[in-house]
Structures are given as C-alpha cells and as structure tokens.
Nanobody
Framework: QVQLVESGGGLVQPGGSLRLSCAASGFPFSSSTMRWVRQAPGKGLEWVSTINSGSSSTLYTDSVKGRFTISRDNAKNTLSLEMNSLRPEDTAVYYC???????????RGQGTHVTVSS
C-alpha cells in the first residue's frame, strides 16, 4: 500500500532553515507527480508546492516562492522541501502527498510539525 513518511520538522527561529524529507513506497514514485501541503493550527489544508515526475517542472504557492525549494530523488524514492527564511506564518504540519486537491490531498503521510518561533 502507499506509504509516505515525512521527517525533518522541528522548532526554528524566524529567518532559519529546515529541510523536510518524505520517504515513499508502495507505488511508482518515479512516475508520480508529488506535492507538499501544510495545515496551520486552526486552518485548512494549504497547497505549498508541486514537482513533476522528472523534476522538470515545479510550482509554489506565492507565499513561499523564493524561500522554499522542492526536489526529489527518484533513485531513493524520496521527496524533499528545503525551507529558508522561515516566518512564523510557516508554522504548520507539513505533509507530502501523491494526491490532488480533489482527493483532499490523499494519500498523504502523517505529517511533520514545523514551528517557527523566537
């Protein structure tokens, strides 16, 4: 079955950096478009970024453009999100997802918590 396991979250000060990772299994990762989505406390799911199967196309929500970088390693079945210049408003649970908005971004992992605070 599809398994997505995120890691790399934590507490970081404003302006700091984190790198999130997602280990994928149970589906053809190398041919799958993948996404990162997040859910801030008390808010709904927000799409963050998308990468196509061959890494030739990436998309970002406006609020993270220039600060976040999505990448993937198809040989290792891993998805990553490099997050720089973090802001308090980036505080959320971050999920990697094989799904789309229409599916509620399922399947997705259990999430990793990111807290940006001084």
């Amino acid at each position: 079955q599809v398994q997505l396991v995120e890691s790399g979250g934590g507490l970081v000060q404003p302006g700091g950096s984190l790198r999130l990772s997602c280990a994928a299994s149970g589906f053809p990762f190398s041919s799958s478009t993948m996404r990162w989505v997040r859910q801030a406390p008390g808010k709904g799911l927000e799409w963050v970024s998308t990468i196509n199967s061959g890494s030739s196309s990436t998309l970002y929500t406006d609020s993270v453009k220039g600060r976040f970088t999505i990448s993937r390693d198809n040989a290792k079945n891993t998805l990553s999100l490099e997050m720089n210049s973090l802001r308090p408003e980036d505080t959320a649970v971050y999920y990697c997802s094989r799904g789309t908005a229409g599916s509620g971004y399922f399947p997705r992992g259990q999430g990793t918590h990111v807290t940006v605070s001084s």
